[in-house]
């Protein structure tokens, strides 16, 4: 093309140079090559947590979203390629992606009420794009085998999930205060990811949605335990670390904006993120005192209260919901307990382990906990409870 430009259209994506990152290169290609589709014209990689196939009339292009290359193993990685290869195997493959978005727009549960139009497009679309599916799932299955496949679209949901949760967070807490935006948000992501801070959780929602769509996976994705969906950095496919440009270009698609100033994790003050967090834990603390009717005694006692009486606090804070939750798995306080937890501790010198991994803290004397996996446990285990509050109760 002239100058080098964009086809109109073609997604305003960073490319991946084969001659830096040539795991990643080397994987597409061998990916091509195992379930028989032809290679993509180029891979551009993206800040979003998606891997995703885009297609022009001249062009057929593989989105790669570095979120997922941080947290799902070379397998699953393969599986999300080939679903993707697949899609636009096909020779008028730019009609493909786009009679796939449609459908994938009429049919969102996130949009807007369906209208005549909608409807109209889910019904004369449906078929194709069930078949579509079979054909990716297929393909999926073929590169990795039928379980990490299930395995891989089941992560890759909850991994994008989860990393717009921090990135909002992070965005929250720095953007919000400074008109700054961290520039290695995506390195954030990752140390978050060792840190075990990200604990992602299949619903059933979510299963049942997943399985919907992906029909041909859906027996192994119905028999996906907690330990299978757990996202982890470990066996990742080997990059090559970005530069501050790329780093900033994909931070700047996830938070949709163009600041004039960038920071990174390390150049936030320290006093930022204890700042934002007992903003937070004087908020829940405030809704004990309004069910104790009176200043709670410490955070022990507000954790103690968020593990055992999450339905009184719900009913005393908000009274006028239609009918109070009855039960205990309709009720989920861990994320307060964790705030709460959390800025008791660093308000006695404890810190983060990254500023990205919420809720894993490090102690003056090296002592290190998982607050939300303690939180989590505290719901059964009367000794987790036991150790949580005691770590609240110490004298300063």
């Known amino acids: 093309m002239r100058y080098g430009g964009r086809a109109p259209g073609e997604p305003p994506y960073p490319g991946v140079p084969s001659a830096i990152q040539a795991e990643l290169h080397a994987l597409v290609a061998e990916v091509a090559a195992r379930v028989g589709v032809a290679q993509p014209d180029a891979i ?85 794009a069930a078949a579509l599916e079979r054909k990716a799932d297929q393909a999926a299955s073929s590169a ?15 991994a994008a ?44 929602d979510t299963r049942t949605a997943l399985m919907a769509r992906h029909p041909s996976l859906a027996g192994a994705i119905s028999s996906l ?48 993120w204890p700042s934002w967090l007992a903003r937070q834990a004087r908020m829940v603390s405030d809704q004990v005192a309004t069910l104790l009717r009176r200043p709670p005694i410490g955070p022990a006692e507000v954790v103690e209260v968020l593990l055992t009486r999450l339905d009184e606090l719900v009913a005393a804070n908000w009274p006028a919901q239609p009918e109070p939750p009855v039960e205990r798995e309709e009720l989920d306080g861990t994320p307060s307990v964790v705030v709460v937890a959390e800025a008791a501790l660093i308000a006695r010198g ?16 090296g002592e290190q906990h998982n607050l939300t996996l303690l939180a989590r446990a505290s719901l059964d285990s009367p000794a987790a409870l036991a150790v949580l509050l005691e770590l609240l109760s110490r004298e300063p």
């Not at 990795?144 to 299930?150: K, N």
């Not at 990135?167 to 008109?179: I, K, M, N």
């Not at 066996?235 to 004039?260: C, F, I, N, T, Y």
Request: net charge negative.
């Open 225 to 272: 335990s907690p330990a299978h969906v757990a996202l982890r950095a470990a066996d990742s496919v080997p990059m090559v670390p970005l530069p501050p440009d790329v780093e900033r270009e994909l931070a700047r698609q996830v938070l949709k904006r163009d600041p004039g100033q960038w920071v990174t994790f390390a150049a936030v003050p320290d006093e930022e």
């Open 350 to 365: 404890w810190r983060r382990v990254h500023p990205a991994a919420a809720g894993v803290l490090v102690g003056p004397d």
């Open 161 to 204: 999930f989860e990393f717009a949760d921090l990135a909002f967070d992070v965005e929250e807490q720095v953007w919000q205060r400074t008109s700054a935006a961290v520039q290695d948000l995506h390195t954030g992501w990752r140390e978050a990811i060792r840190a075990g801070s990200v604990i992602a959780t299949l619903d059933d």
């Open 144 to 158: 990795s085998g039928l379980h990490t496949a299930a395995r891989a679209v089941a992560k890759a949901d909850l």
């Open 44 to 128: 551009l990689l993206t800040g979003y947590g998606t891997i995703r196939s885009w297609a022009s009339r001249r062009r057929r292009l593989l989105l790669i979203g570095l979120p997922l290359l941080q947290c799902l193993a070379v397998d699953e990685v393969r599986a999300l390629v080939a679903h993707e290869l697949a899609i636009v195997d096909h020779r008028r493959a730019h009609l493909v992606v786009r009679l796939r978005a449609l459908f994938e727009e009429a049919v969102d549960p996130l949009s807007i009420a369906p209208t005549a139009r909608t409807e109209a497009i889910a019904r004369a679309t449906r078929d194709f």
